[in-house]
Structure formats: C-alpha cells, structure tokens
C-alpha cells in the first residue's frame, strides 16, 4: 500500500506541475483572445498603404494604459502619444479625414486607431500654415503587446479621408521594440 500512495502521490505532483506549467505558457495568449477588443488592431495587412507624406508629425511617448490612469508601469496595454496634421494645402480641413497608426514589420501591417485630444501648442508652432484646425492633432492610440510577437516594428501614420477614402500615409522615424515582457518606443538608427 505504501507504494501505491508514492506512486499517486508522484503522479498527482507531475499533473500539478504540468497544468502549472500549461497555465503559465497559455493563459496570456487565451487571455488576449477572450479579452476586450482595447489595444487589438482593427485589422491586420500583408503590407503596408503606399507612402505619400505630406504628414506632420511627433511620436513623442509610450505609456502603460489603463483606462483612467497613466503611468510608466508595466502592463499589458500601452498608449502611443504624439501629434500628427496633415500639411497638404491650406485649405485641408483635418476632421474630414479618419486616422490611425499603422504598426507594421515585414510580415504585417497592424492598424489599429486614433483617439484624438487638443493640442492647443502645435496649432500656435504652425500658425504660419494657414491652417485653422490644428488644435486637435493630439492623438493617442491604445496597443496590446499581446498583439505583437517579438522584434521590431515601424510606425506609421495614416490619414484616410471620410468621404472618398483617399489616403495619406508616412512612416516615421520611431520603431517599437516588443520583448517577451515590454513594449519600448525607440527611434531609427541611421
């Protein structure tokens, strides 16, 4: 009998320790899939729009995000903050084109949206434009790193017009770096 219970017993650690070790390599990635959609793209593309410029631009930072707080903690969900206008003729009106943030590396393009916040200081650094409406080039988009694998990823911006869907799109000069644990804003090396 008592070889009985150290067999058992043995077996229960081993199954203890597996489901331990399933739970800790498939609980993120089941997590992201049965999460809420904040952070996901909206969609995923073999490649990228085709550049055209004619965008302003600064990714300035990323943060941790939570809904209702900010903070350079680590998490899962994170904040791209920056400002972005088009620059393609005074009269340009900003809020009839939709935009996004096209994270991209050379087997995808992630799009994923912008949430846009005033910014009063860029429309007085461009007034000499003559463009009216640059007070709302704040953005922010909101990221999971659960939906990025490892390396490194281009960022760009997208302009998509609300009427006749015409694009405007320019890579920028910052990649992020997506480790095991982190997501990191870093720039281009040149």
Known sequence: M????????????ILLWSTALLYLLFSPSISYHLSS???KPLQV????PEKTGGIRYNVEDLKYWSKNVESYEEGEIYALWGWA?????SNTVQADFDRFVIIYNDANAYLFPIQVYPRPGVQDTFKYLGLSDLASSGFYSVISRNALTAGKY???LLFKHKQDGTNHY???DKILVRSPNHLSLDSISK
């Open 37 to 39: 959609q904040e952070g």
């Open 154 to 156: 281009g960022i760009g």
């Open 170 to 172: 320019l890579q920028t």
């Open 45 to 48: 593309w073999k490649q990228q």
């Open 85 to 89: 206008f088009l620059d393609i003729g």
């Open 2 to 13: 008592t070889r009985n219970t150290a067999y058992f017993g043995k077996l229960r650690h």
